[in-house]
């Protein structure tokens, strides 16, 4: 062989040899297998706890009464039980029917929701007109006493929320119930709890015999 051959084939198997070294590079920023970071395993979630208790009452309900005597949840009547007397005297003037108010619980009572119902001469409950539209009764709610009706005060009231406009024609019998009301605490300022009798008050409601 030719030494212009040889040193040809020389050449080839080196770069032969040279191509099978050849490996590609790690991509930049990499890391072995073994410099991996482990896994953070979060704690595991204790179990949940048993419910809590329900908050204690906001005041001690008087006796026959349950709940909290909060505005949300007052303390609850039920039956015929009452802690204001309202009944129509019979009288009306041009600002609306006057009643007769009487406190008949042991404490001071400032904030009220007094519902009103109106019957014909046959006893049928008749319809209010309030905000254009048709009612089963007259409903009005806030300090509706001109001042705390102090325990077993009576009084002659004419409340502004019952005008003389909210009584339908062919009226000739009002009635009414306080649903609710707020107690007075010893400064006379606030309401300590509140009471409610919904059972005195519902929407269809037939003539007491009074």
Same mark, same amino acid.
């Given at each position: 062989?030719?030494? =212009? *051959?040889? #040193? ?8 032969? !040899?040279?191509? %099978? +070294?050849?490996? $590609? ?51 609850? =009547? *039920?039956? #015929? ?8 005297? !019979?009288?009306? %003037? +041009?600002?609306? $029917? ?113």
């Amino acid at each position: 062989m030719s030494t =212009a *051959k040889t #040193t040809l084939v020389a050449a080839v198997l080196l770069l032969a !040899g040279g191509c %099978d +070294d050849e490996k $590609p590079a790690p991509a930049k920023g990499a890391s072995s297998a073994s410099a991996a970071p482990q896994a953070t395993v979060a704690p595991p979630t204790p179990s949940a706890t048993a419910s809590a208790p329900p908050p204690a009452p906001k005041h001690d309900c008087p006796e026959g009464t349950s709940g909290e005597g909060t505005f949300e949840k007052p303390c609850e =009547a *039920k039956g #015929t039980a009452r802690v204001m007397e309202v009944t129509w005297n !019979g009288k009306m %003037d +041009d600002k609306g $029917p006057s009643f007769r108010v009487v406190n008949t619980s042991k404490v001071d009572i400032t904030y009220g929701k007094l519902v009103v119902y109106f019957y014909d001469k046959a006893g049928k409950q008749l319809e209010v007109k309030d905000d254009e539209k048709a009612r089963p009764s007259k409903v009005c709610a806030g300090n509706i006493f001109d001042g705390p009706m102090k325990a077993g005060e009576k009084a002659v009231i004419t409340f502004s929320c019952v005008k003389k406009d909210h009584v339908p024609e062919g009226a000739t019998a009002i009635q009414a119930e306080l649903e609710i009301a707020g107690m007075t605490d010893e400064g006379g300022k606030k309401n300590a709890y509140y009471w409610r009798n919904k059972e005195l008050s519902p929407d269809a409601r037939p003539k007491a015999k009074k």
